[in-house]
């Protein structure tokens, strides 16, 4: 597809935003912005990563996250194998390097990898030689879902410098917020985390992050919420002591909103808990981005993946004409 | 009896006789004869030339995991105890959870039996505190000590209820041994995988913090004051239990600690990339913590250096770090990393190093050797304290490779290892 080397500072794998330059990751953004366009087209398809072969291995289940994926991948033109672990020899008791090597052994370009345990992308990375993609491990990075968050706050905001972004939550056992602090940070934003002291993770103030104890403080101080998934595990782990008395402390409802001094706009990962950690008219009302940012997921895993097979940033709106 | 063995030419370093000087030391029917600069031989007796090396009573470890019965993958009784005397350690007391646990006196009495029959280091058996280890009920402690036992331990586990563990620092007074503890509050600790703090936070990793540790030894403390009993705590790791120590020590408890070589030098950063090498229990911390575990051993606050050596093969620590077991090797490096942490940046005099690895181990169990006063059993190791050597794993003793310091130039290297007088380990090649 492409005689150079990728010059968008990506190395051979995206593990996650901490380790990238702000340069890096406003590449990918650039660079995803000429894809959102195929996905609005009668015919979605280009031929930029025909005969790539690409495995979706998800040890976790997911939805959302694996059904983008699988779209910019077919959206690009390549082979792709979606590889479920219930399904899987991972049950027969395989070792995950084991299941690597003979994926690799395959012949395969590329690993998309969900997995439970923290690390296991940048382990399967260590030992493999196609590029691996962390679309989520343990509670450590998910980088493609800060990298839709941030292409939709820029398109929120024309910018990302400067802005105020609270998130607000399960940040303990969140890795989409890790990665976002530090994909904000490198872009200039200013973070704060927001949620019970049960649910906010050790010394992250170490990571230059504010702590809000108290929802309104938060939404006072931001311009964009990022509201994480409460799961009910969280309740039954003792975190916390109810659902309902966390939607009544933490809830992000249109009442609060209201007294913000401004719009604030509201990000959501999803899958929602609808009437826990955010309300319905929130969720479904004017200041909500949150299926824009479902729809700019495809755009920034089409961008990782067009980047990550060599491409350069800057010929990303030929590749997609399939001219280069 | 064998020859009699005189040792002369080197640098002698015995802290328990305050003695560092050039002496020759003679051994008779594996007992100390006699130490001096004038010690002759008498006729008959082997000579070993020990130019160039230093001398001193071989080194105690009071905290070894051997993994036989049912980890011998890992680790057994004969390839623990030649990584022993390889490391400088004339004796090693063995951890009783194996599977099964060394909870009974035939147990017992088979590691003390298998350790002697290598003729390596001296092999001394701890048992477990509880049946099972489960934290639930005490072992037949007596039965234990007849069989050969010289404390009790759930290491691995913490013993967790209060009542229990004021039993057992109650009963063992009995035999006058001590309970040592894997301090560690459980309720604390769910899921934990290393320090709690700014490296986990990063990585998503879930955390142990101090407190887990420093709450345990505080209860612990206390119920030593309350039954004056011999507490031991292993491997102290966190700033906050050692303020315990002090205390405790201030007010003349019968309470002993341990610091492994890896918790006085290494910290959380080495888990960076998700590292399983540096996957420990309890886990590296940061620098104020070194300092602290460094400051309290210097001061006599922790008594001794432990390894902890904890042995575990490749395919085990080969995987996702949630699912990699806990545990540095560390009879093979203890010495010389030691020598890294302490004598080289001056912390300590290589007596006083010599001194928490072998007379303190001797004093605060009882035992007697950890001197070479006439008429102790001739347990010596010579080594070379300014030789350097480079970290293979591959040539270890031990049959697991895990440590995180693979390539790593350390000083001290051990030359020869004697136990009741007989040659046990000789590196090989001139020094």
Not at chain 1, 37 to 61: C, D, M, W, Y
Not at chain 2, 115 to 130: E, Q
């Amino acid at each position: 597809m492409n005689d150079k080397r990728p010059d968008s500072g990506l190395g051979k794998d995206l593990i996650g935003l901490e380790t990238l330059s702000g340069d890096t990751i406003s590449a990918i953004l650039d660079t995803a912005e000429p894809f959102k366009e195929i996905s609005e087209r009668a015919i979605k398809k280009v031929p930029v990563l025909r005969g790539k072969t690409i495995v979706n291995l998800f040890f976790e289940p997911s939805t959302r996250t694996r059904i983008s994926f699988e779209f910019a991948e077919k959206r690009l033109g390549a082979d792709t194998v979606n590889v479920a672990a219930s399904g899987s020899s991972v049950v027969k008791g395989e070792t995950l390097v084991d299941t690597a090597r003979n994926l690799e052994a395959m012949r395969i370009d590329m690993v998309v990898i969900r997995h439970g345990s923290s690390g296991a992308a940048q382990f399967l990375a260590d030992r493999i030689p196609s590029n691996v993609i962390n679309a989520g491990d343990g509670q450590h990075e998910h980088p493609t879902q800060a990298l839709l968050d941030l292409l939709t706050l820029r398109d929120s905001f024309g910018r990302i410098e400067g802005l105020k972004v609270c998130i607000v939550g399960d940040v303990v056992h969140s890795r989409v917020a890790r990665s976002n602090i530090f994909g904000l940070q490198k872009l200039g934003a200013e973070v704060a985390v927001c949620g019970p002291r049960s649910l906010i993770p050790a010394a992250i103030e170490d990571l230059g992050v504010q702590v809000f104890t108290h929802v309104e403080d938060a939404i006072q101080w931001a311009d964009a919420l990022n509201v994480l998934r409460l799961q009910l595990e969280r309740m039954n782990a003792g975190y916390i002591p109810s659902l309902r008395e966390y939607n009544r402390v933490y809830g992000v409802t249109q009442a609060r909103l209201d007294r913000a001094p401004g719009d604030t706009v509201i990000l959501h990962p999803g899958p929602m808990n609808r009437g826990v950690e955010i309300d319905s008219d929130v969720a479904d009302g004017p200041q909500s981005v949150i299926l824009p940012q479902v729809t700019n997921g495809v755009a920034v895993r089409m961008a990782v993946l067009y980047l990550l097979a060599g491409g350069a940033p800057e010929r990303a709106e030929e590749a997609k004409k399939g001219e280069a | 009896m064998s020859r009699p063995l005189h040792i002369h030419g080197g640098r002698v370093v015995d802290p328990s006789q305050g003695l560092d000087a050039p002496a020759a030391v003679l051994v008779i029917d594996g007992l100390i004869e006699a130490v001096g600069p004038d010690v002759e031989a008498p006729e008959g007796a082997e000579s070993i030339d020990a130019s160039g090396f230093t001398v001193s009573p071989g080194l105690i470890d009071v905290h070894v995991h051997l993994r036989e019965p049912g980890g011998e993958h890992k680790e057994s009784i004969a390839t623990g105890s030649r990584a022993a005397v390889a490391g400088g350690f004339t004796t090693i007391w063995a951890m009783p959870n194996t599977d099964p646990p060394i909870d009974d006196p035939a147990a017992v009495g088979y590691v003390r039996a298998a350790g002697r029959a290598v003729r390596a280091s001296r092999v001394m058996p701890i048992g477990a505190a509880s049946i099972g280890q489960k934290g639930e009920k005490m072992t037949e402690i007596g039965e234990l000590v007849a069989a050969g036992a010289v404390a009790v331990s759930d290491d691995g586990h913490p013993v967790h209820d209060s009542g229990l563990m004021r039993r057992l620092l109650e009963y063992t007074q009995t035999f006058d041994i001590p309970v040592l503890q894997h301090a560690e509050d459980p309720g604390l600790t769910p899921g934990g995988v290393m320090n709690e703090g700014r490296v986990a936070t990063a990585l998503g990793l879930r955390g142990i913090p101090n407190a887990a540790e420093a709450g345990m030894v505080a209860r612990d403390v206390m119920l030593s004051e309350l039954t004056g009993g011999h507490l031991h705590v292993c491997h102290v790791s966190a700033r906050q239990s050692v303020d315990q120590l002090r205390w405790a020590k201030d007010r003349g408890l019968r309470v002993t600690s341990e610091v492994t070589p890896h918790h006085l030098l290494l910290t959380e950063d080495l888990v960076r990339g998700y590292n399983t090498q540096a996957k420990v229990h309890p886990p590296l911390r940061v620098e104020e913590d070194v300092e602290a575990v460094r400051q309290a051993l210097v001061e006599g606050v922790i008594d001794v250096i432990a390894t902890d050596h904890a042995p575990h093969h490749y395919d085990e620590k080969e995987r996702e770090f949630d699912d990699a077991p806990f545990g540095i090797n560390g009879l093979e490096t203890a010495f010389s990393l030691c020598m890294k942490s302490l004598v080289e940046p001056g912390h300590m005099t290589l007596s006083g190093l010599i001194d928490r690895m072998s007379c303190a181990p001797a004093r605060i169990m009882g035992l007697d050797t950890g001197t070479l006063r006439p008429g102790a059993p001739a347990d010596i190791v010579l080594y070379t304290p300014d030789e350097s050597w480079t970290v293979d794993p591959a040539r270890f003793y031990s049959r697991s490779r895990n440590t995180p310091l693979v390539g790593w130039v350390l000083p001290g290297r051990i030359r020869r290892t004697i136990v009741s007088g007989e040659t046990r380990f000789e590196a090989e090649g001139d020094a």
